[in-house]
């Protein structure tokens, strides 16, 4: 970022790589409850993918940011924010907006990530830890007790 702006890769258009594209953008100050995070790390998701090319029934209008999830550190605040400080490591599952140096995003909807983990290895568990837990827990519904083989944990 330099000159108070960020760059975000951005889907133009339906297709392969090449319908990506990198802009430049304005930093602007957080909204109310919102917290600006610099980004450290996003996985690549097989639904940033499916979206990109037309492959799911719920698709974001183009153009959008593609990007499932982030960790980063949050570097502004809006007015009502305290959950969050300047300067924590924090994560989110977005489903889009991910792919950009920076993002703003709901202060309630971002957990913390301690320090000690590294951010492109811990990136990549968000969306896949949240599709395990839910298809154990809402799906098959899992009791204490009772053992699970989880397969292709992968998202």
């Known amino acids: 970022m330099t000159n108070n702006k960020y760059h975000s890769v951005v889907v133009t258009k339906r297709g392969g ?6 802009m430049e953008n304005d930093l602007r100050p957080p909204a109310a409850g919102e917290a600006r995070i610099r ?20 698709l974001a209008k183009i ?25 924590d490591r924090v994560a989110a599952l977005t489903n ?10 709901d202060a309630v909807g971002l957990v913390q990530v301690p320090e000690t983990l590294d951010p ?6 968000i969306l896949n830890y949240l599709v395990a837990y839910q298809v154990m827990h809402r799906v098959v ?4 007790g009772e053992k699970a083989l989880i397969i292709g944990a992968s998202g």
Request: with cysteine.
């Open 141 to 144: 519904a899992v009791q204490p």
């Open 96 to 105: 889009f907006g991910g792919y950009a140096e920076y993002i703003y995003w």
């Open 120 to 125: 492109a290895e811990a990136a990549t568990l």
């Open 17 to 22: 790589p090449e319908a990506l594209q990198v």
């Open 39 to 58: 980004i450290l790390a996003t996985p690549v998701c097989q639904d940033d993918i499916a979206v990109r090319v037309g492959n799911r029934p719920f």
């Open 63 to 87: 153009p959008f940011v593609p990007g499932y999830a982030f960790i980063g550190v949050v570097d502004a605040l809006g007015d009502g924010v305290t959950n969050v400080a300047v300067g």
